[in-house]
T-cell receptor, first 115, second 114 residues
């Protein structure tokens, strides 16, 4: 149980275009999901907390207009990287938790390459 | 500021040897503690977690960790490692009252060789 599915696993896009990444909780409802960014050989940095039916909460230094988050249902959150540039190339990972007594389940990640 | 420290960026070890990966965190207030493993180009897999109760926590793949409140530590151990344990290991902490946010350590690369 507690599976989080993330798509796509890899995406290559041209500079200036937008890319949407989906994060789905398959067997539980998630009122809150988290989006992380990971640079090569580094730890995960929390970008934002996605809240179902309300605005996302962004961490300091993360551009909300650059990284659009939509959490329209209890099982789906999306991250859209708008007007992508090569410096946005990174590994993006989402996570969610079925509840306080459970751990956090992570998606398999999305490798974004902007050329 | 609350922080998680993994002092060892890399730990080389021979197969079948024991290993300990260290994790310390900055505050002794109520915490929830986690260890995750990450294989190349994949997401994170939960190894084990401490939420409450017994301070010795057993997880998957033969790993265990001990919560030490006085030393604010949650070290991960395995008595005998296998080549397939080669991966990146992350310690993560959720402090009570932080809106469910996890703070990650910088990770430890466990490299198991023959």
């Amino acid at each position: 149980g507690a599976v989080v599915s993330q798509h796509p696993s890899r995406v290559i896009c041209k500079s200036g275009t937008s890319v949407k990444i989906e994060c789905r909780s398959l067997d539980f409802q998630a009122t809150t999901m988290f989006w992380y960014r990971q640079f090569p050989k580094q730890s995960l940095m929390l970008m934002a907390t996605s809240n179902e039916g309300s605005k996302a909460t962004y961490e300091q230094g993360v551009e909300k207009d650059k990284f659009l988050i939509n959490h329209a249902s209890l099982t789906l959150s999306t991250l859209t990287v708008t007007s992508a540039h090569p410096e946005d190339s990174s590994f993006y990972i989402c996570s969610a938790s079925p509840g306080q007594n459970y751990g956090y389940t992570f998606g398999s990640g999305t490798r974004l390459t902007v050329v | 500021a609350q922080s998680v420290t993994q002092l060892d960026s890399q730990v080389p070890v021979f197969e079948e040897a024991p290993v300990e990966l260290r994790c310390n965190y900055s505050s002794s207030v109520s915490v929830y503690l986690f260890w995750y493993v990450q294989y190349p180009n994949q997401g994170l897999q939960l190894l084990l977690k401490y939420l409450s109760g017994s301070t010795l926590v057993k997880g998957i793949n033969g790993f265990e960790a001990e919560f030490n409140k006085s030393q604010t530590s949650f070290h991960l151990r395995k008595p005998s490692v296998h080549i397939s344990d080669t991966a990146e290991y992350f310690c993560a902490v959720r402090w009570s009252g932080t809106a469910s946010k996890l703070t990650f350590g910088t990770g430890t690369r466990l490299q198991v060789t023959l």
